[in-house]
């Protein structure tokens, strides 16, 4: 499992180096440790191997940019949209072992394609 509160401090950090770069004629973004920031660690699918971890990965992206955007021509996930489409944190049903089993087969037949048209 993952440190919450290293995890925070580098959102903490990032949204404060965000701010700078962004809004430079702002004065700068101070985030202490009195702000909280909802750390939310729901109850995941989990790897059972060493070798799956870019797979879980690409599976969440692909979850969470499906029920984000769903079928919209841009990605632009809102307050609102988190609101309303992950208020139940029921993420350990988003996906199960056979659909990291069939995108490991998806990914694997992918990267052979790519590579045979590189050869070309």
Known sequence: MHNASAIEKRIRLWLQEEWRVRKPEKPPLVLTRQLQLKIVAPSVPAQTNSCDCGVFLLRYAQEF????????PTIRVTERDVATKFTDHA??????????????????????????????
């Open 65 to 72: 940019l499906s029920r984000a955007a769903g079928d919209a």
């Open 91 to 120: 993420v350990g049903a988003w996906f199960g072992s056979g659909d990291i089993a069939r995108m490991r087969v998806e990914l694997k037949a992918l990267a052979q394609t790519l590579a045979d048209q590189a050869m070309l």
